[in-house]
């Protein structure tokens, strides 16, 4: 796996392609419907905005030292899209119009200013705690928080433009560390919904080869879920799959019936229960 140096040069690298691929978007582009339900890609723009806003935020409290949750916002470790998505779509639009035509500029200027802050954390900077809603979170992965942001909101919008468009690879790794060491939003726990409890939990193992392996089984009890990244037992349901739909259908973009019907995704086991994983994978 990258090192933090190697993983902010990509983030950096990653976000000034896409701040290009904006700059470079058709006017009549930025009203179409994304990949995101109640988001056009103007919609999405504001998103990122408002992101880059709180992370900078969030992280220069952290490295004065101050982690407790900022005025309206909940205990960290205690938020979850399923209480907030709501609100976040609005607020999205909002932001949206409220900015107007300076969203593209306003998108600039906090993503450069954020791009900044945390590509110059040192060693010591990386540890200090930071807030989220999520979990109380090292300041150094924040990189990989909001790398995973830009990755998948791009897609989110070029999906919604382009034919074939996936997931930039280079992006993988951060979404990797970030399932396997559950941190904040980019966690398994923050794209788990809940829902009835389960007559018996139902083991959904993974088997990912490229271009980054993913060796994994998460067990689902219908209201709660375990993930072991060592694979132990029968799996009801095994999985095979590249690493970008597996990222895709962690975090909601991808229903596991579309991914078997066009071919993304290979499976052993029920098929119905493997079409049920994505009623409780959902992400935001």
Not at 101 to 124: F, M, R
Not at 178 to 199: C, H, K, Q, T, V
Not at 211 to 231: C, H, M, N, T, W
């Amino acid at each position: 796996m990258e090192s933090f140096e190697e993983r902010a040069k990509l983030y950096k690298s990653e976000s000034e392609r896409f701040q290009d691929y904006l700059k470079n978007l058709p006017a009549d582009e930025w009203n179409k419907q994304s990949a995101c339900d109640e988001w056009s890609v103007a919609d999405v723009v504001a998103h990122l905005v408002g992101n880059s806003e709180f992370y900078a935020g969030t992280v220069a409290r952290g490295l004065q030292g101050e982690s407790s949750p900022p005025e309206g916002r909940p205990e960290a470790g205690t938020g979850h899209p399923s209480l907030s998505a709501e609100s976040l779509a609005k607020s999205s639009i909002a932001a949206k119009e409220r900015l107007g035509d300076k969203l593209l500029e306003t998108y600039l200027e906090k993503d450069n200013h954020l791009i900044k802050l945390l590509t110059g954390l040192n060693s010591e900077d990386q540890a200090k705690p930071c807030y989220h809603p999520g979990s109380i979170v090292p300041a150094g992965n924040f990189v990989d928080l909001r790398f995973k942001e830009v990755i998948l909101h791009e897609w989110d919008i070029r999906s919604a433009i382009e034919e074939k468009a996936g997931l930039s690879a280079s992006g993988l790794a951060s979404m990797i560390i970030l399932i396997n060491e559950s941190f904040a939003s980019g966690s398994l726990r923050w794209a788990f919904w809940a829902g009835p409890a389960l007559d018996r939990p139902v083991r959904y193992r993974f088997e990912v080869k490229t271009p980054l392996p993913v060796s994994a089984d998460i067990i689902v009890e219908g209201d709660k879920f375990r993930y072991e990244q060592s694979a132990e037992g029968v799996a009801d349901v095994t999985f095979r799959c590249h690493t970008h739909i597996f990222a895709l259908l962690m975090y909601g973009r991808m229903a596991t019936a579309d991914a078997m019907a066009a071919g993304h995704l290979s499976i052993d086991g029920d098929a119905g229960l493997a079409a049920q994983f994505s009623q409780w994978f959902k992400g935001i």
